[in-house]
């Protein structure tokens, strides 16, 4: 028997209502879950090790960095991804480890493990289309950075959505943004990218109506890749014609 607030209840009473209770989810749908952040800790044990991967073989950042000369000539378009787990030098990396550790877990308690995880790859994502949009084609790019800067607008929403005092957020913001436009070989291009994809997709996510929440955060999702797919296209057929145009004049 166990003490309950009525007097005494059987171990399988116990069990059977512990049972009829639904999940504690957050409020953006996902389940509750209460210890370590784990997409957070895997997110960034995948970046450790590929900048592991790249000291030992140099040659992988030509491979997989973001070209937009290489992804549209050689249809290597798998770089819009690669190119967010790869970083240029230690302090490249420990910076955005360390955004990632700092605002990462609190995104993932209040978002849910899948949510978290898509809003990262989503930004990240967003990030590299734009920069495939406009850098210069032979520039290469790489480095979390445009989803770190996913989370800095997710939080933001977030606190905004909770009521928090967001300034000390906001100038933060602000200071990155700063040094991103005024410090050479910073891409701005995957921070502003990231930046707007994280915000759209928190907002997206946090805002959705509880009794529509699943079909809403999954049809903005599909319609974000589907956005992404044809600005690529697009812009794919803009190099390949202005390759054309400049092979014909040679």
């Known amino acids: 028997m166990r003490s309950a607030a009525v007097g005494q209840q059987c171990v399988d ?3 059977a209502a512990a049972s009829s209770v639904p999940p504690a989810r957050t409020g953006a749908g996902g389940l509750l879950r209460e210890g370590a952040p784990l997409v957070t800790y895997a997110l960034m044990a995948v970046n450790i090790a590929v900048y592991i991967l790249q000291a030992a073989s140099p040659r992988l950042v030509d491979r997989f960095a973001l070209i937009p000369i290489r992804v549209a000539g050689l249809g290597q378009y798998e770089r819009l991804l690669t190119s967010a787990f790869m970083h240029y030098g230690i302090v490249h990396i420990l910076f955005n480890m360390y955004a990632l550790y ?3 877990p609190q ?3 209040h978002l849910g493990r899948l949510r978290f995880l898509t809003l990262y790859l989503l930004s990240a994502l967003g990030g590299s289309v734009v920069v495939y949009l406009f850098s210069p084609l032979t520039a290469a790019t790489a480095g979390a950075s445009g989803a770190i800067f996913g989370l800095f607008g997710a ?3 977030a606190a ?3 009521r928090l005092d967001v300034r000390s957020l906001v100038v933060l913001i602000v200071i990155n943004l700063v040094i991103t436009f005024t410090v050479p070989g910073i891409s701005w291009q995957g921070h502003i990218g990231g930046l707007i994809t994280g915000s ?3 907002a997206a996510y946090l805002y959705a109506p509880r009794a529509q929440r699943n ?3 999954g049809g903005f999702t599909a319609g974000m890749l589907a956005l992404f797919y044809v600005l690529v296209t697009w812009r794919t057929h803009e190099i390949l014609d202005l390759a054309t145009k ?3 004049r040679r």
């Open 13 to 15: 009473c116990v069990q």
């Open 107 to 109: 995104l993932e308690r």
């Open 215 to 217: 079909l809403v955060q």
């Open 246 to 248: 400049v092979t014909g």
């Open 160 to 162: 905004r959505k909770m």
């Open 102 to 104: 700092v605002l990462g």
């Open 200 to 202: 759209l997709v928190a």
């Open 155 to 157: 939080t933001l929403v």
